[in-house]
């Protein structure tokens, strides 16, 4: 059984220098401190809280001049100035790109444009874009497209991790109800690389395995990608997830991996089918 692992698959850059900025805080401080989890993966959530960095709910049960690290989804304007006020040592973990879709935010409404944020509901990403701008409008698919009243002037980003083929729909329905429409390209690099990748490999394998956390947007989204082109595509969040009747007559295997996901789950996984091939030798 021959084993492909998606050249990119697992942590994008923004993830990893995140995550690597709190095992550093954390050794250099004793503790760090982290509204909510840095990253959407329970086991990379645990090994952080092991090695000091504690998730807290609010800014009120960290203890004064203590460090604070700003996770890599962004955080939003308000939570940014309490910690200020507190004299919170802030650590800032956000990734650069979703920096650059705040500044992109900023300068469209700056022209006079209604803000359109092309992403998930209630995603801590896309809370902390709409929180750059005035009452914005959050749309996730094309038929919450088709509802919103006809804008004279708007300027639409969409959450970094968006798939091409969604936002494409929603922006062939919007051009019909905006007149003066500005459209930034806020996908960033490491998820087209990866969607590009998972749709190669899910025709030319036999089963796929995404290996992210089911809280993971990025890791859904792969998922999907490759169950539209290949029925025999599974989500597992670590090895033991892995069932031996999917690998039932497989001669190859593609695995790939959410962004979220640190490199030692995907070997894991890898290491694991191995030995189901054995086995059935």
């Known amino acids: 059984m021959k084993i492909k692992i998606a050249k990119d698959a697992g942590y994008c850059f923004g993830v990893r220098d995140a995550v690597n900025l709190a095992y550093d805080t954390a050794e250099k401080y004793g503790n760090v401190y982290m509204l909510g989890d840095i990253v959407h993966n329970e086991r990379v959530v645990s090994d952080l809280n092991n090695a000091g960095a504690k998730i807290v709910d609010n800014l009120n049960d960290i203890p004064d001049h203590s460090p604070v690290l700003f996770r890599a989804h962004g955080t939003r304007q308000d939570i940014w100035e309490d910690a200020k006020k507190r004299n919170l040592d802030i650590i800032d973990a956000t990734c650069p790109l979703v920096h650059e879709i705040h500044h992109e935010v900023k300068k469209l409404e700056k022209e ?165 091939d054995k086995d059935r030798i």
């Open 112 to 276: 006079g444009r209604k803000i359109i944020i092309i992403g998930d509901h209630g995603h801590d990403e896309v809370i902390a874009i709409a929180n750059q701008a005035k009452n914005p409008l959050i749309i996730s698919n094309k038929e919450q497209a088709k509802n919103i009243r006809k804008i004279k002037k708007a300027g639409i980003v969409s959450q970094s991790t968006q798939m091409i083929e969604n936002v494409q729909e929603i922006i062939s329905v919007l051009m019909k109800k905006i007149f003066d429409l500005r459209f930034v390209n806020t996908i960033c690099f490491p998820t087209k690389r990866n969607h590009e990748q998972i749709k190669s490999m899910a025709e030319d394998n036999d089963i796929m395995i995404i290996i992210g956390s089911f809280t993971s947007a990025n890791s859904k989204r792969l998922t999907e990608l490759s169950k539209q082109r290949n029925d025999n595509s599974y989500q597992v969040t670590c090895a033991d997830d892995l069932n031996l009747s999917w690998f039932r007559g497989v001669d190859s295997v593609g695995i790939s991996a959410g962004a979220s996901t640190p490199d030692y789950l995907i070997k894991e996984v890898e290491d694991k089918i191995k030995n189901i």
